[in-house]
Every structure is written in structure tokens, then in C-alpha cells.
């Protein structure tokens, strides 16, 4: 595992590790938790942006209304 500084307002990394004890876990461990959230959501985007290309070949047939849109 890597090692990296970091630096905050004080004030906040006191209420950051408040935080964790109170959720039984410590602040280096959190961190972890949100970067690994942090580059999963560019995987999503990744994916998303994929899709986007597989289906744009798709033509819903025209601009609809609002009301359209909403019949049943």
C-alpha cells in the first residue's frame, strides 16, 4: 500500500475522524472506502458512455410531446 500527505482545515479533519470512530472505523480506512467509490464512478461513466455509442443507431421516430410521452 502507498503512502500520501494530504492536507485540510483542521476543524475538519478533527470532525472526519469524529466521524469514523463514531461508525468504528478510522479515517485512513474511509478514505480508502471513498476512493475506491470515487474511481468506480468513472468506470460507470466509462460504461455509460459505451452504451451510448452501441445504441446510437436507435431512432425513437421524432420529437414527442410531453402529453405524448405520458399516455397510456
Known amino acids: 500500500m502507498k503512502n500520501i500527505t494530504l492536507s485540510a482545515d483542521e ?3 478533527e470532525k472526519a ?3 469514523a470512530h463514531s461508525q468504528r472505523t478510522t479515517l485512513n480506512e474511509a478514505f480508502r472506502g471513498w476512493l475506491a467509490q470515487f474511481t468506480a464512478s468513472e468506470g460507470d461513466a466509462q460504461s455509460f ?3 451510448m455509442q452501441q445504441l446510437r443507431h436507435v431512432d425513437a421516430g421524432g420529437h414527442y410531446t410531453r402529453d405524448e410521452m405520458n399516455e397510456r
Open 11 to 13: 476543524d475538519l479533519i
Open 17 to 19: 475522524r469524529a466521524l
Open 49 to 51: 458512455h459505451a452504451l
